[in-house]
Every structure is written in C-alpha cells, then in structure tokens.
C-alpha cells in the first residue's frame, strides 16, 4: 500500500458502513478484483488509522457486504469474490470520478447542428435532390405542390413539385480502446494500469448510459492482443509481457470493419515503444530500442488505418524524448491525434476527445 492515499475516501459525515464501501471499491481497483486482498487491505488499514469502533467492526462489514450481495462466498475454498452487481458499481463510481461534471440523458444520440441520416424526421422542409431516396418524400406537400402548378383537372407530378422532409442527423460512434498491459505499465515506480483501467471503466459506463447507439470494444495488448468484456476490465492486471502495438492494431482494425456507423476511431493507452511482433507462430522481441523492423510495421498498420478512415488517438503517459518522436512519426501516418498525457488528467484528455469527434464524422 506504501505510496497510495486513502484518506480522501474517508468523510467524516458519512457512516462507518459507507466509509468503509468506498475504501474497498477503491482497493478493488489495485486489487484487480480480488475481494480477499481488498478485505485484507482494509483489515491492516483498520489496525493502524482505526477505522472502525466498538459498535461496527470488520466483522460487521463483511456481513453487510455479503447481505448486500457486494461479495459471495466461494464455497469450495471459503474465499470470497465480487459479484456482477459490484462490477458495475465500480464503473460507475469510476464514471463519477473521471466524468462527474457531465449531466446524464437518456436519448441515447450525440448532439450536432447538422441534419442528416437518422430515424426521426425534423421540421425542415427542401426540395427533391437527385439522389434522394422516396421514402423521404414528403406526399403531402408534394401533391399540394402539383395541384397548384398543374390543376386538378390535369393533374400531374413533376420532379419539381417533390418536397422532401430532412430526418434528424445521428452521430454513432463505434470505439475501440486499446490498453497496454505490457511489464512496463508497473515498473519504475509508477502504477500506470489502474488508471487506465479505471478511464476505460468510465468510458464503458458512459456509453452505455448515456450514448446507448454508441459501441465500446475493448482490446489489451502485450506478446499478443485478445479482446475483454467490459465486465472484465476491474480484474485486468499486467503481464510479463512485451509491447506488440501491432496485434493490437489489427485486432481493433477488424472489430471496425464489422461496425456499421460511420464515426469509428481507435483509442490507445500505452507508455512504451512497439518492442514485439508475432511471425509465423513465433515472437520476434527486442526491447532495448526502437527496433526498425517491428516499427515500419506498426507504422504501416497506421496508414492502413488511415486509408480506412480510422483515426487513432495516442494517449502516451511517458514523456521520454525518444518515444515522443515515434509517437509523432506514427501520429503523423495515420493522421490522428497524440496526447503526452500524466496520470491525472488522463480522463480528461479522454473525455474532451471522445465528445468532440462524436460531433463529427471522422475522415
């Protein structure tokens, strides 16, 4: 526990019981989901700040914890284990955290000035287009047109009495975030994995909340890529692993081309340089520098992306000169965006970047 604080998580003006809530969903985060260390954590936090009293114990906690359907026994080996339920309290704690200046809605659809395609019909009113298609003809007002340009004794339907009715524009997103689970997302010091789990936790939560016609895939990378659940994402943790950005790369390239929106983007999280690639079942691995054949190919998996109209946002919480410039040379390839982002305003950077390319479609 030595370099984490805690004491925010404690208000005097809340109950022993919510207190304590608040400290094991928060160590659930450290914990990668296991109930057990977080209980155990809380047991050596009580024992040195005191954290309990005579009236409500640790005893106690665990009790409401299982009552409340928080944790649940696992029976072959009395341990215990967070449930479903909790699962999405953390997301949503996560969510409050990052993203708590946001207002909630329940329409589902991203806002934008444009009309365009969609399923509700606006108010606007123009004239028939070639191209149009019939089903957005306005009858009505057509067939007023022609009887008075024609007469109703020799009535008629010209193209130029046709009036279409504009339909709402629906701005969809599908996002894939990429997540570096590489050895270096713990090393030097630095707990890089919990954040970028807990922003990829608020980001799942708001989608499907709030963005409910959006879609979130999630996909982690290290020797390999694989893609997660979102229900998966409290129990990710590091692996002694190398940085295959490439494996990453394809994989979310083939879950966009299933996506029928137009708006899809690629989000990474990721604080090292590209250091392996897979080749005939086999892993080519070099980590002590910026090897230029397992560069050319994440480059050249970036203009594919490109070509495709997938842009990709870096999120880089390193700021090491060297890995900049190969973030800037990939960046620039695939005509995307890059973000030198610390730990702390990791969410934000997120957030702004997700709202803003929602109001538009990505070229």
Not at 152 to 180: A, C, G, N, P, W
Request: charged share 30%; glycine share 6%; hydrophobic share 35%.
């Amino acid at each position: 526990m030595s370099g984490f604080q805690f004491s925010k998580y404690f208000k005097p003006d809340k109950s022993t019981y919510e207190n304590l809530m608040d400290l094991f969903l928060q160590l659930l985060n450290y914990t990668n989901g296991n109930a057990n260390e977080a209980i155990e954590w809380l047991n050596q936090l009580d024992r040195e700040y005191e954290l309990t009293n005579n009236s409500y114990g640790m005893g106690d906690f665990i009790e409401d914890l299982k009552q409340k359907g928080v944790i649940e026994d696992r029976t072959e080996d009395g341990s215990f284990q967070i449930t479903g339920k909790t699962e999405q309290v953390i997301r949503k704690r996560s969510l409050e955290e990052i993203f708590g200046k946001m207002k909630k809605t329940d329409n589902g659809n991203h806002k934008t000035p444009f009309n365009g395609i969609g399923d509700e019909y606006s108010s606007d009113l123009r004239a028939f287009r070639f191209g149009d298609g019939i089903e957005n003809i306005n009858y009505t007002d057509s067939f007023r047109n022609a009887h008075i340009n024609h007469g109703i004794e020799d009535f008629q339907m010209t193209e130029e009495d046709l009036v279409v009715q504009e339909r709402e524009h629906k701005s969809q997103t599908s996002t894939v975030m990429m997540i570096d689970i590489s050895h270096s997302m713990i090393l030097y010091g630095e707990d890089r994995i919990t954040p970028a789990k807990k922003v990829a936790m608020a980001l799942a939560e708001l989608i499907t909340t709030k963005y409910k016609k959006d879609t979130l895939d999630i996909v982690v990378f290290g020797n390999d890529a694989w893609q997660i659940e979102i229900k998966d994402l409290p129990y990710l943790e590091v692996g002694p692993y190398h940085t295959n950005t490439y494996a990453g790369l394809e994989l979310a390239m083939d879950i966009l081309r299933r996506r029928k929106n137009n708006n899809k983007q690629i989000f990474m999280i990721t604080d090292g340089k590209p250091t392996c690639l897979k080749e005939n079942g086999k892993y080519y691995k070099n980590s002590f520098g910026l090897d230029r054949k397992v560069i050319n190919k994440t480059l050249n998996i970036a203009a594919q992306c490109r070509r495709l109209k997938i842009p990709i946002t870096t999120f880089m919480i390193a700021k090491d000169p060297y890995l900049q410039q190969f973030v800037k040379e990939f960046t620039q390839i695939n005509n995307g965006k890059a973000y030198y982002s610390s730990l702390n305003n990791l969410g934000d950077f997120i957030f702004e970047d997700f709202e803003r390319n929602r109001r538009k479609t990505l070229k």
